[in-house]
């Protein structure tokens, strides 16, 4: 009996890999295919000022429509794109209709937010990568201090020596640098200091439970202090109850983004609601 279990586990498991690897190797094919065909899209989830209340900036977030996994998640695909370069096209893709999003929006008169993209470390490392987001900045007639790019802090830390000058041309270019998912990736404040960014966005992990968990309420608060003693803004992840906003608040964080204001949104929904809010404040 316990060697017909002992089976029935291993097949088990085996057909969980068998799977896992199927479905690896359709993401892996189906990027390339997607990239070509315009399975992408980007939604867009607004930043709010706390001090002001109006929406600074919105984050374009990469949506994938598989023909035969369905929508699949950024976390799934970026990685593979990442191992297989694919990110790079891919990440010009992002680029270039954050930047045509941004400027039809400021055609139809929504004015004064900018636009928040995600880069891999595999983008920075990319000797073409700096001009190449020149010259579609410049296409969409935008400039440097319209785009704000947001690397994770364990992507950065990992690579410090790498990306420092990369970091200090685009800051030079007058664009806004964060580090996504702070608190995830070690940083030491020695570390911080070096490099030319203006914001940290602290993960939501720690968001998630500051009313219940005074540990991470504490590192929220710890995150503020040491954000503000560099000079730098701070922004709050993944907050979801007005609750989570006021303890935030109240702590001296500087912005918000999470589902308490909006999931991310297509293009046309994201307009009305930061027309609706930036009316009003
Ligand atoms: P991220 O940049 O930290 O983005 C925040 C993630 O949290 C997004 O997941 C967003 O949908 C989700 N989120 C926002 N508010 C809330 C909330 O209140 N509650 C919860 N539970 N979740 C919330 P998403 O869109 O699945 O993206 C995951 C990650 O994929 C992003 O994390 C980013 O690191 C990466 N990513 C997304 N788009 C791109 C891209 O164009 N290029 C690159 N290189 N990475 C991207
Ligand atoms: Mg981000
Ligand atoms: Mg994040
Ligand atoms: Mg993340």
Redesign the pocket.
Known sequence: HAKSKGRNTFEFFSQAINRGVRERLEIENGLRDALKHGAFRLHY?PQVDLATGSIRSV????RWRHPVLGVI???RF?PIAEETKL?LPL?LW?LDRACHQLRTWRNDGIAGIRMA????VKQLQDEAFFEALGSIVERHGLSGSDIEL?I?ESAIMENLSRVQAILKSLRDYGITLSI??FGTGYSSLGRLKLLPIQSLKID?SFVRDIETDQGNAKICDGIIALGHSLGLKIIA????TAAQKVRLQDAGCDAI????IAK?LPADEAAKLISRVNAIT
């Open positions: 989830q984050e374009a977030l990469l998640t950024p976390d970026i990110i990440g992002v993209i995600n880069v891999s947001e994770t996504d998912d939501r992840e993944g907050v979801e983004q999470g589902f308490l991310p």
